[in-house]
């Protein structure tokens, strides 16, 4: 069981960026998939982001291009760098751990620990 707290949300005008971070506490992250999921009011928890322990990537479609996960074993801490904020990025954005050999990458279920969530509100 690892413990992760998200903080760096904030309240930004379209266009701006914003730089999430999440540290983890009582459990090494180093080989762990760390992913970001967002949930807007009303709305299913939906993928973002993940990076494995190799450091491979992959992106949400409606992130691609303008979001970058990053991590930092040393620090136990993983990042989303977000450019180019739109309004319908608007959303508690959550970060996550997996320490499973196997599962789905883009699925809420695949796993084991959530931070809080830090919110990101987007105006026009």
């Known amino acids: 069981q690892v413990q992760l707290v998200e903080s760096g949300g904030g309240l930004v005008q379209a266009g701006g960026s914003l730089r999430l971070s999440c540290v983890a506490f009582?459990?090494?992250?180093?080989?762990?998939?760390m992913g970001w999921f967002r949930q807007a009011p009303g709305k299913e928890r939906e993928f973002v982001a993940v990076i494995s322990w190799s450091g491979g990537t992959n992106y949400a479609d409606s992130v691609k291009g303008r979001f970058t996960i990053s991590r930092d074993n040393a620090k136990n801490m993983v990042y989303l760098q977000m450019n180019s904020l739109k309004p319908e990025d608007t959303a508690v954005y959550y970060c996550a751990a997996s320490y499973r050999q196997s599962g789905s990458y883009i699925d809420t279920g695949g796993y084991d620990d959530w931070g809080q969530g830090t919110q990101v509100t987007v105006s026009l």
């Open positions: 009582g459990r090494a992250i180093s080989r762990a998939l």
